[in-house]
Each structure stands twice: as C-alpha cells, then as structure tokens.
C-alpha cells in the first residue's frame, strides 16, 4: 500500500482533493438552498448587503486558492536555461492563468532585487532598469510581489479550514457523548477539556509545534487540539438541553437506538452552533497562523512568512514599505469579510441573537 | 463557603496533575532527549560529551518503570517521577540552555511582564467598558451601527501590524518613543509604545464583547421600570444597568490575570521587554523544555486559581448565586 501511495504523485492527490472540495461545496450549497429551514435562514444572509458584498470577496479568495491547488505537468517545452529546473514540475492552474496574463512563465517574471511599485528601475541600484513592468513591485527576491501575494491564498484557506476538519469531530464527539450520556462519561469529558484549557492555548500549540515539528499537519493538529474546547462545551451545554426536551424523551421511551437519537435528533439541532462557530473560526485560524510565521513556525508563501520577511526592510532607508501592506491588506480583507459574514449566519441562525434584537 | 473552597482547590490536583502529564509527554517523551542536548552542546559536540550532558541533566532514566532497580526505586528512579516531584515541589532546577535557575529567570521576568500587561489590561478594561455603555445607550442607531463596524474592522487587523505600525510611525518617524530596548531605570519610556499598541488592539474585540452584554441588560424589565418611573439616563447607566452587568465582566476581568502574569507573548518579543512572555517563547524556539514546562506549570496553576475565584466573585456581585 505505501509503495502504490508513493507512486502517485503528491500534485495528483492534491488535485483529486480539490475535485472532491469543490463537488463536496456545490452539493453542500443546493442541499442547503433547498432544504426547507435552513433554506430560508441562509437566505436571510443575503438580505444584508454588507455579508453579500463580503461573501464575494470571500469567493474571490477561494476562487484564487483553488485554482492554486489544481495543477498538472505540462510536455517538456523549451524552457530558457536558466529555469531549466523548471522543466516537468508540475504548475497549477492559478500559476498558468498568471502566466497568461503577463505574457511570460511566472517564474521568469521576476528581477534580480526590489522595485517599487510601476518602476522602470531597480529599487536598490537606480541604474539596473527591469526587465518586466510590476504592477505592485516586487519582493527582496526580485518575484513580483501581485504573485507573491496571491499566492498566499491558498495557504490561508487551508490554514483555516484543515484545523476545523479536525476540530469538530473531536468536538461534537466528546460534547455529545458527554452531554448526552453523562455521569462518568461526562465526569471524563469535563476532566479533559478543563486541563487542556488551563494550559495558555498560544503556550500549548508553541509546544506541540516544539515537540512534533513544523508544517501544515503539525500546526493543524496544533490549532485544532487548542480549539475544539471551546465548540466542545457549547455542544455539551446544548445536548443537555436537547435531551430533556420532549421528543427526545419521547424517542428514548419509545426505545429508539442511542445512535439513532444521537443522529436524527441531537446533531441536526447542533448544526448552527457548529455553523456558526466554524464560520467564526475561520479568521482567527488564519490570524493565529500569522503569528505562529512571525515566531517561525508558520507555513511557507503565506502572508504571515511574507509581513515576517518585510518586517525588517521597513527599518532601511527609504523604507521598503510595500510588500508589508500588501500582505497585511490581503490578510485584512479575509478575515473582515469572515468576520462580517460571520456575523450574518449568526444572526440568521441563533435563536438567542434573534430573540434579543 | 469554606468547604466550597476547599473542595475546588481539592478537584483542581487532578487538573494540575493532567497538565504535568500532558508536559511531559510533551516534552520528555516525544521529544528525543540527544535532540535537546545537542541544541544545550551545539552540533559538534561528542558522542561522549552528549552522553554525559543527558546523564547529568536526568533524562538519562527509563521513563516510566526502571527495571535496573529494586524495591521503591521501580517507580522513583524513572524520569516521570523525577519530573512530577520536582515540578510539584516548585524545584525547576536549571535550564537547558544556559544552567541558570529557571525560578530565578521566572522571577525576574515577572515585574517586566505585569508592568507591561496591567496597564494595558486596565485602560482596556476602562475605555471599553465605558463605550459599549455609551454604544449601548444608542443601540440600534447609526452611533451603533458605525462603532460596531469599526470593532470588527479592528478586530481584523493582524495584531503585529499594529505593533509594527506604531514602531515605524511613533519610532522611526516622528521618534518619540524607542523603537524596542529595556532598561530598569527608564522603564516607562520604552514601555509607552508597547502600552500603546497593546490598548489599540485590544479595544475592538472588547467593547464588542461588553456591547453585546450591555444591550441583553438595557432590554430588560428593570431598566425599563426604571425608565417609566422617571429615572435619567446616568443612573440608569450607572447604578442599574453597570452593576448587573458586572457579572459576566468579571468574569472576563479574573480570568484574565494569568495572562497578565504571563504577559504579551508576541509583544514581549517584539519590543525586547524581558518579561516571561519572551522568556516562554525564547524556551519554545530554543528546546529548552524544563523552562517551558515551568512556565506553563505556574501559568496552569495561577489559572485554576483564578477560576476559583472568579466563582467567588460572583458571590460578592450577584447575591442570588451560592456557593455549597
């Protein structure tokens, strides 16, 4: 089995996994519309026109992160010498439609050192004129700082989705076990979450990236172990409530399966905590993993790498200002449209919020 | 309310012990103990040398059974004994990296971190709860509406953009305030930026947070009973709506004290305060883990006591809440 997994390549997983995202949203978007309850609260969203034009950013984002994810190798053509390296590496649709647009392969676009924004020289060495125009200018590297940028789609997405995939189950688990069985079980549930919880979250996920190294499904694990607690107790507190209400009762004198009731009974009414949770997760996942960069242990080509590695440069003289605000424009712009829409699926949703407007 | 006490801080020993056992497995089981000595020795070091360092340093013993020796020295003679006793008994020992006693680094590094984090805490504290009255007072309006819009615009800006804002701003242009540094003597001038930033980014989620409080209140019967029977917006605010909606903010009030002991990780590091924050997260970077683990054994600990008390708080707030 390893030796088959080996053989295909890791571009083909990913791209197998971006089909199944994609199919998974789309399905996940037509059942949610036509379903009778959900339907009409998640049409409420759209009636405030800040949540829909944040929604659009949102989309614009995904749209840039998905296309980054799907890539294939393209026939040996006649890479110039000095990219030979990247002859028959495999190139994702976002870098192809990127290339398109420029007019020349991503990886040639770029310089030897800085330059400003719209320059016709370089930044550093004001007689060396560029090669290519840059809309934005570009990075110490010399790679156009628009790409670089956008690049940092992709991991941001992943950084605040991955985490949740993880955290929800393990949340919902513990919360509806505990909640609904109690006794022992709970005493165990509580016994957990509390001791996680007395260890400062920053401290614990420094420590488990400390102890199981770098990379996405490290600080995944990390972000997600630090954050189901939270979801795990609203769920609790919510199951001991659905418990009691009558048609549950009813279900379990009627000698309905545990399971069963746990199925069609419990989780259905808990989807909008874990909704709205989710949704309101996203941004400060991705803000967390900027700050894990700004200590080093960040994913690489996301925005907080890039504030990482522009933070110094604003001290020079000129400060090289740009590709700073660039990546903290993009992380803002994210994370305010989450926080907006969030707020939106919250007030639809949450019968508490509505009931105190 | 005596037994009450005594029986939560009784509950909270299997909490403490949980943590020591989430440390340890942590830092003394996955992690590889050559790894922390090669990092304490540099990359050159000898085989011998390294060996040496783990024997003297006590992560030379099996972890959990010591099959070597008898009787009670089974179980005591193993490192997670060790590492229980001596974290229990408050005996950090020395770090890792540079063999200074890390109770001695802790407590050095406390006064820097409270004097940068108290303030901030309570001008935050201040500001926020005074404008989500006053935001509460014009709940529903433009006022609203456009101060709620702002909270969550500032909610939304990377927190070290801020930090980097005001050292490229305050710092480098106008240069007012140091850019980072410590000294004893001048502490106040190198701890206004970080006072500064602190405060700006602390602000938005805050008043939102005390908003959402204060608008569940002003809707209720009492305030408007109060409001029929004549009485003015000030003592509406003040002496009815503040003081029941003190209970969920003292919550938020007490619970936040063990991070005020901790102090501001990515601040700390930023402006160069040396403060347990910075301490924490130098430990992190450079393995040292007996000075992580202590760290984070005093923070789990002041966070079960403050748990405690917030409880207890409620009592002095709220007189319908009983404590048996």
């Known amino acids: 089995m390893p030796v088959a997994l080996a053989a295909i390549e890791l571009h083909v997983i990913q791209n197998v996994i971006a089909a199944v995202v994609l199919l998974l949203v789309v399905w996940g978007i037509i059942r949610v519309i036509r379903h009778p309850f959900w339907g009409v609260r998640i049409r409420g969203v759209f009636k405030v026109g800040s949540a829909v034009a944040a929604l659009a950013v949102i989309c614009g984002y995904l749209l840039v992160a998905w296309t980054d994810s799907v890539s294939w190798k393209s026939p040996v053509a006649d890479v110039e010498s000095r990219y030979a390296f990247q002859e028959g590496q495999p190139r994702s649709l976002f870098d192809r439609i990127f290339s398109a647009v420029v007019g020349v392969p991503e990886y040639a676009y770029k310089e030897d050192s800085y330059s400003s924004p719209l320059a016709k020289v370089e930044f550093v060495d004001k007689d060396r004129s560029l090669k290519y125009r840059h809309l934005l200018g570009t990075t110490q590297t010399g790679h156009d700082a628009l790409y670089t940028t956008m690049k940092g789609c992709k991991p941001a997405v992943v950084i605040g989705t991955l985490p949740l995939m993880f955290a929800i189950p393990l949340a919902l688990l513990f919360g509806v076990a505990a909640g609904f069985f109690g006794g022992r079980t709970d005493d165990f549930v509580v016994y957990i979450y509390s ?100 200590i080093g242990i960040g994913l690489d080509h996301s925005w907080g790498a890039m504030i990482d590695n522009a933070r110094g440069e604003i001290s020079r003289e000129p400060p090289i200002w740009w590709n700073l605000v660039y990546a903290s424009i993009a992380l803002f712009g994210l994370v305010l449209s989450m926080n907006i829409v969030g707020d939106a699926i919250r007030d639809a949703l949450d019968p508490r919020v509505s009931a105190a407007k | ?232 917006d000030t003592s509406i605010l003040f002496k009815h709506l503040l003081k029941n909606a003190m209970i969920p903010i003292l919550t938020g009030v007490v619970m936040a004290i063990p991070f005020l002991f901790l102090g501001a990780l990515l601040t700390e590091s930023f402006f160069g305060i040396p403060g347990l924050g910075r301490l924490a997260i130098e430990a992190i970077q450079n393995n040292d883990f007996r000075t992580t683990s202590a760290i984070v054994y005093i923070s789990a600990l002041i966070f079960i006591v403050a748990n405690l008390l917030t409880d207890i708080s409620y009592t002095i707030v709220d007189p319908r809440v009983r404590l048996q």
């Open chain 1, 195 to 294: 001791t996680i919880a007395s260890i400062p979250g920053i401290l614990l996920l420094f420590a488990l990236i400390a102890a199981f190294g770098k990379g996405l499904p490290q600080i995944s694990f990390g972000l997600g172990i630090t954050g189901w607690i939270g979801l795990c107790r609203l769920v609790r507190a919510e199951t001991l409530k659905l418990r009691e209400l009558e048609y549950v009762q009813a279900a379990i004198c009627l000698g309905v399966s545990r399971v069963r009731i746990i199925f069609r009974h419990i989780l259905p009414n808990l989807m909008h905590i874990v909704i709205i949770t989710a949704v309101l997760a996203f941004s400060g996942l991705v803000l967390a993993e900027s700050v894990l960069s700004y």
């Open chain 2, 1 to 232: 309310m005596f037994a009450y006490i005594v029986r939560r801080l009784l509950l909270g020993i299997p909490t403490v012990l949980g943590v020591l056992f989430i440390l340890f497995s942590l830092f003394f089981w996955f992690a590889k103990p050559e790894f922390i000595a090669k990092r304490a020795l540099g990359d050159k070091a000898h085989a011998e040398q390294i060996e040496k360092w783990i024997i003297d340093h006590g992560y030379g013993l099996p972890k959990f059974i010591n099959t070597s020796e008898s009787g009670v020295k089974i179980v005591t003679q193993t490192r997670i004994w060790q590492y229980y006793t001596q974290t229990l008994m408050f005996r950090f020992g020395n770090a890792d990296l540079d063999n200074i006693p890390i109770a001695y680094k802790i407590r050095k590094g406390m006064g820097p971190s409270l004097a940068l984090t108290v303030p901030i805490f309570f001008v935050v504290l201040f500001v926020s709860v005074s404008i989500s009255l006053l935001v509460a007072l014009f709940r529903g309006t433009y006022v609203d509406r456009s101060a709620l819009f702002l909270c969550v615009v500032g909610m939304s800006v990377v927190f070290f953009v801020y930090i980097i804002g005001g050292q490229y701003y305050l710092g480098k242009v106008l240069r007012w305030y140091p850019i980072s540094g410590w000294s004893d003597d001048h502490m106040v001038h190198f701890l206004v930026l970080p006072w500064i930033a602190g405060i700006v980014a602390g602000i938005g989620e805050r008043v939102r947070f005390y908003r959402t409080i204060m608008v569940n209140e002003i809707n209720s019967d009492y305030i408007r009973t109060a409001r029929a029977k004549g009485v003015g």
